[in-house]
């Protein structure tokens, strides 16, 4: 049996924190340059050997993206990122797309571990045994990979090539996300790290002699967002995907919040224990499915682990996100004498109200902010400072440890803004 890891992201410094409080066995980030996802924090080189060294102190391996498409500006300044990330940092593997950049860590970092990153477009045997005598530990497949290809190619290839796949969050349209439409019209190098996502936008179209009665472009009745995709989950199918011999189950976005990292990173990690423990008898926990529905999310599918892309293209009808929880506060401790709970606001938040948590371990049942105060303890009837600290008192015992989420049902408008 393999014994897939749970693989979070760390878009920042707290995401990381907060994907390893709630479970995960290994985290992805990006230093400034060299990764796909620049609008996520990221972190610079300091910051980044804290975080490395914060997760090797919990036992947790730590990937760095350095899968842009590279130019030959990039590979001509790469040997110094390399050098930082395996001898400074000290990360456990990174992740590669471009061959220059794999053929570059070679040289520079011969013993630093090498993932082939889904930008690769990896689908089949032939091409992971070629990464593999390359000198590849693990190759991250191409989404457009189904189950059944998954089981075949990891009967095709040696048992210690290590699979990854991605089984939660936003796909792409464009095939292993190589897509050009964030360049050509914002000009933002969508393979170099910075698309901005045209995928997710409404499209009309004109005839050249009236430019001014403009129609939709309609997939269906549904609407004309043609080319946004489904957001994947497969937190009901982790039997078959270990049992298809995939190692590490990857969770996407790293530009979503602490609290998308934690929800996401709970549920599969509860899910993959649960597994281990009994696979004949594992069953798929109704409050992991309200949980991921309450993160930010277009609707879910399964991605193409079920589906042909060119019979079921998984495109969504809406451009918006779906059901997100807001995010109050986030709890920083307890304080034994007032016998109040040390919060960290993030929405306003008010007296009376009825709070839901998340939790790195165990579920709680809603409770209500009996008493809030503010530092200087005078009382409040609601926190409206973004990221004030207050104190909080629960109408019943209830145990809420550090790094807790609060969250509340939208119903709310005054300053809201989803999943921080």
Known sequence: MFVPEVLSPAGDMDKLKTAIAYGADAVYMSGKNYGLRTFSGNFEHDDMKEAVSYAHSKGVKCYVTMNILALEDDISKVDDEIDFVAHEAKADAVLISDPGIFMRARKVAPD??????TQASVTNSEACRFWYEQG?????????????QIRNIRRNIPEDLELEAFIHGAMCMSYSGRCILSNYFTGRRANGGACAQPCRWGYEISEEKRPDDRLPIEQDTHGTY?????????IEHVPELAEAGINSFKIEGRIKGSYYAAATTKVYREAVDLYLRDPEGYKTD???????????????ATGFFYDNPGDNAQIGSERTYNKPAFVVGVVEGYDEEK?????????KLYKGDSLNVLKPKGWEIPFSAAEIFDMDMNPLESVPHPQMKFYMKADRDIDLPAGSFLSR????????????
């Open 409 to 420: 049902d939208g119903d709310k408008d005054e300053g809201i803004l989803p999943n921080s």
């Open 136 to 148: 590849a530990k693990r190759i991250v497949l191409a989404r457009e990979c189904s189950l059944e």
């Open 112 to 117: 630093l571990e090498l993932h082939i990153s």
């Open 339 to 347: 016998a109040m709970f040390v919060v960290s606001q993030r929405n």
């Open 286 to 300: 109704s409050r992991w499915l309200e949980l991921l529905d309450k993160v930010v999310h277009r609707d879910y």
């Open 226 to 234: 043609i080319l946004s995709s489904n957001d994947i989950c497969m």
